[in-house]
């Protein structure tokens, strides 16, 4: 079993930058691939990032390449979404999740969540 607390939202202008970070409770952690969603107003749950077990293998999508990276540090049980750059469509609720399943992009497909944490940004 995994519990997840995500944190590091807030108000930003356009063009700033967030740091979103999730802590993991579990002896398992470091086994789970870990994943960020985001859910903007009226808008489906959208993956924007994930990060395998070890770190080595991410995936972004295209509407944040260049502008997020994900990270993980297993040592301390935390996942973290580094955000510059950012556009008032980034503008959402944003999740951290966990699989023990790598590689899964749906938000169906994904076992553990985190509560959101909310970003807004302004022009």
């Known amino acids: 079993q995994v519990q997840l607390v995500d944190s590091g939202g807030g108000l930003v202008q356009a063009g700033g930058s967030l740091r979103l970070s999730c802590v993991a409770s579990?002896?398992?952690?470091?086994?789970?691939?870990m994943a960020w969603f985001r859910q903007g107003p009226g808008k489906e749950r959208e993956i924007v990032a994930r990060?395998?077990?070890?770190?080595?293998?991410?995936y972004y999508a295209d509407s944040v390449k260049g502008r997020f990276t994900i990270s993980r540090d297993n040592a301390k049980n935390t996942v973290y979404l580094q955000m510059h750059s950012l556009k008032p469509e980034d503008t959402a609720v944003y999740y951290c999740?966990?699989?023990?399943?790598?590689?899964?992009?749906?938000?169906?497909?994904?076992?553990?969540w985190g509560q959101g944490t909310q970003v807004t940004v302004s022009s």
């Open positions: 990060i395998s077990w070890s770190g080595g293998r991410t």
């Open positions: 999740a966990a699989d023990p399943v790598p590689g899964l992009n749906m938000p169906g497909e994904y076992d553990y």
């Open positions: 579990g002896r398992t952690f470091s086994r789970y691939a």
